[in-house]
């Protein structure tokens, strides 16, 4: 393409190159069926890299049908196009397609190559894969462990392939809330594709990314940050600012990944996700409408793909359920996280920190209702599971901390609300930065427990500090911001000032 007689004073595209090349590949390579293939898998993967799906699709298609014409369906080149056929239904969220392709290479490959072989290990790591979005961590399990213990038998320690096999069984660990342990797999991860790869390369920003992750799950803020950082910083250098892969922060950011995603459709999880990232960054700015806007069709997209009990459509719902909240439509909120739980219940027996997640946001709401005998048993069953199942300093420990904490101010119990926000306040000025809004919210709780004990000279700072910390982050008129003004109201009620109550009463109206 850079000779000039071929390009002809016109700057061709990296899909124009292909095109002519897959074009050339059926037309000059026609009497050479198995080398034809191999350069049509070879397109198709570069597509598959510019998330150019459908062009993909007819360029391994195209490779299997000479494959199946030349070689028959019993061979070992074959079960080669099962396999890229099969992890590209995978991206393109056709799941049960991904897994009878992935199923029928395995079989192909063991008959071919012998049960312990880099061919099956691939095919069983592939298997898992589509297994894992599809839900089922048991099998997931038994097929990740079968292919690392293949791998880590032939290949080197270093080998990018085992760095594969690790990178799944780190996303299984994260889904099972092993945050440690995924950590430590992922930590590998990174080392392999730094020594093999180096730092420019995409499988070294994934690699980045997915530490980020599990650092964040694990409430490792500062260290998810940078790491999310390095991961961007490497896709918006190799990639083009169109591409569906390069992602970014806050909400302006994330409505650009939405409309570039947009413009280059693919499976529904690649709209989903970044959908539901937005609709809570929308509910944080108590942009509620919109919130349920996006969430709604993020669920509606994963239904295209997805089981109704799949643990996956969880995430929209709860969030539609927070937003439904903010709007005052509890009905509705209760109906979704009502959902949300009996999905996660059932996907994780009970015992992951999602299940708590939505015992404390269904509990919330009951207690903001004055729901108080229904809000008890899901506040502290949460916080319990919580205590056990996250580290001591985990945020949202400090969540569950507040949620009940509120319900004891709502049942006139200040006395036992302070402790609990001392310790979730503690928490947060750990992990987060200074003027979060969770900060904020935290300490202004505390200010209204330690207003009802009487203790105003203490609260005072701490309820002022909040209100300019939420009027800064969400603005005057955020429902947040005016119900902390409406904390110091009562407070200087309670001391007979009576300018400064009424300033703050017209601050909460």
Known sequence: ANDPNEARGVEMTAGQILARGRDKVRDEL??????????????????????????????????????????????????????????LARRRGDLDEAIRLNTEALALNVRHHGAW???????????????????????????????????????????????????????????????????????????????????????????????????????????????????????????????????????????????????????????????????????????????VVAFRESYELLLTELDDDHPTLTYPLSGMAAALSGMGDVEAAEAAYRTALDIRVKAYDGAHPSV???????GTLYAEEGRSAEAEPLLEDAL??????????????????????????NQGRPEDAEPLLREGLEIRLAKMEPGSVEIATIRAALGRSLTQLDRVDEAEPLLTEAYEALEAALGAEAATTRRSAGFLRDLYERQGDEERAARYAALAR
């Open 356 to 362: 708590a997640f939505t015992m404390d946001q269904l």
């Open 117 to 291: 072989s880099e061919e099956v290990a691939l095919s069983l790591s592939n298997l898992g894969v589509a297994r894992h979005d599809a839900g089922d961590n048991e099998a997931t399990d038994s097929l990740y462990r079968q292919s690392l213990a293949i791998r880590e038998d032939l290949l080197e320690p270093d080998d990018p392939a085992l760095a594969t096999t690790l990178n799944n069984i780190g996303s299984l660990l994260n889904d099972e809330a092993e945050y440690d342990s995924a950590a430590a797999v992922y930590g590998r991860v990174l080392e392999i594709r730094l020594a093999k790869l180096g730092e420019d390369h995409l499988e070294t920003a994934i690699a980045y990314n997915n530490l980020a992750t599990t650092h964040e799950l694990a409430g490792h803020f500062q260290r998810a940050d940078s790491l999310y950082r390095r991961s961007l910083d490497i896709r918006r250098k190799l990639l083009d600012e169109r591409h569906p892969d390069v992602s970014a922060e806050a909400v302006p950011l994330y409505e650009e990944i939405i409309a570039i995603r947009r413009e280059s459709p693919q499976e529904a999880f690649a709209l989903a996700i970044p959908l539901n990232n937005v609709g809570q960054a929308y509910v944080r700015l108590e942009r509620y409408e919109d919130a």
């Open 384 to 409: 319990a599971l919580r205590r056990e199942l996250l580290e001591p300093d985990h945020p949202e420990i400090a969540n569950s901390l507040q949620g009940l904490a509120l319900l004891r101010l």
């Open 30 to 87: 026609a009497s050479e069926p198995e080398v034809q293939a191999a350069v049509l898998d070879a397109i198709g993967r570069v597509y598959r890299s510019l998330a150019e799906y459908d062009s993909a699709q007819a360029s391994l298609e195209a490779a299997r049908e000479i494959r199946e014409q030349s070689l028959g369906t019993d061979h070992p080149d074959y079960a080669r196009s099962l396999t890229l056929l099969g992890e």
